[in-house]
């Protein structure tokens, strides 16, 4: 992953804990609505791929059993991982594409429910993505994929060239001289891997989104609900399909790009296309980005347009990350897809411990609050969920009681201590397993391989009956708090 230039090393600093009367009377502990769904904390373990599902996307034992993980911990909401909404080959992603996913995510439910005593709500966060191909081998790559064009034929004063000699001949280029006969999607598909974009109108797919997926955002919210899942979290964050169409840029010349109106409006249609389908009683929210941290891209201004016009639409919660785009993503290597957390925009969405002047924790915060102070400013009580390497009692009530957020996320503190809100709550807080934010976890999910963390996943790994990661070597769930 990138990491900002001046490698200044942070430890985090949880700093001092509530006593168990203290975290009665604390607001990180006290109820919150998001529309008709009621939290009874403001406590919020955000999506997390984990890569426990299958090939076939359902909800398997491992799912289960790190959902359950997470459960006992009781904080006031969890959010399920990005799930595909669409009924297609998706990896190891989990997927609410169609009916026969029912039962397994009503497992989970009920998983969830049983876990915390009831004390937890579960949100499920549903997602589109466009075709992402791996970066091919570059003799693969003339051999086979690319497409060769009179443009070709032209560049190299070839027009009587059989295909077969243009292709070796390519081939043969040294890297400069192929910047001047590939355009820049081929350079693209060579060098990262062929990428769709929202605004790839020639293709009819692509051109058809806003027609397609209210529909697919739709079904998706209705299984949940069937699914007995308490609400939806809308993907509009990162670098997948909706916050491609949010982004400043997102030129579609249909009428849903260029200004911010024009890519607000697909987010809007979905969501009130949701809406009708599922009613106001089942809460739906959306996540998308205080900043994309992109040249070119959206910042907070934009944002807080969005978070006005989504309040205004009748969201129950938003919740902002930052980053995460493809844009500026590193090379991956031959055989591997890019990944939208290696470039800078990916350190903002999850800083590290090596980092600049500002430092990995809180860099979300002044954003979110500038985007909360306007939705309140426009009159909605929407609340807002702000994350972004929180990992203490008193940064978390803090922002709280200064009214720069209405609920507190955080991932990978939830990870390394999936009771960490708990213990606060008993006033155990001397007892957590703090966060180091060195990002082992997420160079696991880089590289799709299961997630765990590394300040328990070799802790009792003797623990008869416990589950092991494919390697053998690390454990999948963290040990019981005891
Ligand atoms: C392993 C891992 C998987 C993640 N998967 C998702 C995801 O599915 N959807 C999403 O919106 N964010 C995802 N994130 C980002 C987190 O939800 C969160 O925004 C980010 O880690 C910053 O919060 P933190 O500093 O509290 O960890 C993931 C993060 C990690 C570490
Ligand atoms: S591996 Fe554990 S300690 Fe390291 S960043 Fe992830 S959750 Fe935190």
Not at 135 to 162: C, M, N, Q, V
Not at 301 to 314: K, L, N, P, W
Not at 463 to 471: A, C, F, H, R, T
């Amino acid at each position: 992953m990138w990491k900002p230039p001046e490698r200044i090393k942070y430890k985090p600093d949880p700093g001092s804990s509530p006593t168990a009367e203290e975290a009665r009377s604390a607001l990180l502990f006290s109820p919150v609505k998001l529309g008709p769904l009621a939290l009874e904390q403001r406590t919020w373990v955000p999506a997390m791929v984990p890569w426990r599902s299958n090939e076939d996307g359902f909800v398997t034992d491992d799912v289960l059993d790190w959902y359950e993980r997470f459960a006992k911990g009781q904080p006031g909401a969890i959010v399920i991982e990005a799930t595909g909404i669409r009924d297609i080959p998706s990896g190891p992603l989990l997927r609410i594409g169609d009916d026969r996913f029912i039962p397994g995510l009503k497992e989970l439910a009920d998983t969830v429910r049983s876990a915390s005593d009831g004390k937890t709500r579960l949100l499920i966060q549903v997602i589109d993505f466009l075709t992402i191909r791996r970066r091919p081998d570059p003799g693969k790559y003339f051999s086979r994929f690319l497409a060769i064009t009179d443009s070709h034929r032209e560049k190299l004063s070839a027009s009587d060239w059989p295909e077969e000699r243009i292709r070796a001949h390519l081939a043969g280029l040294p890297e400069k001289e192929l910047d001047e006969i590939l355009t820049g999607a081929e350079l693209e598909s060579l060098r990262m891997g062929y990428r769709e974009r929202v605004t790839d109108m020639h293709l009819p797919h692509v051109k058809d989104l806003p027609q397609v997926l209210p529909e697919l955002f739709a079904q998706a919210t209705r299984r949940a609900c069937e699914a007995g899942i308490d609400g939806v979290e809308l993907h509009y964050a990162h670098a997948y399909t909706m916050a491609s169409f949010l982004s400043a840029t997102n030129t579609r010349p249909d009428g849903y790009g260029g200004g911010r109106e024009q890519r607000a409006r697909l987010p809007l249609e979905v969501f009130r296309h949701v809406r009708r389908t599922v009613g106001e009683d089942y809460c739906v929210g959306c996540r998308f980005l205080s900043d994309e941290c992109i040249d070119g891209g959206n910042t907070v201004d934009d944002a807080t347009y969005f978070a006005v016009q989504f309040a205004r639409a009748g969201m129950d919660f938003l919740s902002l990350s930052r980053g995460g785009k493809f844009d500026d993503a590193k090379q991956p290597l031959v055989g591997w897809a890019a990944y939208p957390y290696t470039g800078r925009s990916g350190y903002e969405c999850m800083p590290g411990y090596i980092s600049d002047d500002f430092g990995p924790f809180g860099r979300n915060v002044e954003p979110v609050a500038q985007i909360k102070a306007a939705v309140d400013g426009a009159g909605y009580a929407t609340p807002v969920v702000v994350i972004g390497g929180i990992h203490g009692f008193q940064q978390a009530e803090d922002l709280l009681r200064q009214g720069k957020a209405d609920i507190i996320g955080a991932a990978r503190q939830s990870l390394a201590d999936p009771d960490w809100y708990l213990k606060l709550r008993l006033g155990k807080g001397d007892q957590v397993r703090v966060c180091e934010y060195t990002n082992y976890c997420e160079g696991l999910d880089t590289k799709h391989k299961q997630v765990t963390c590394q300040l328990w996943d070799r802790l009792q790994l003797d623990e008869p009956g416990i589950k092991l990661s494919v390697d053998g070597r690390r454990r999948l769930i963290a040990p019981e708090w005891k």
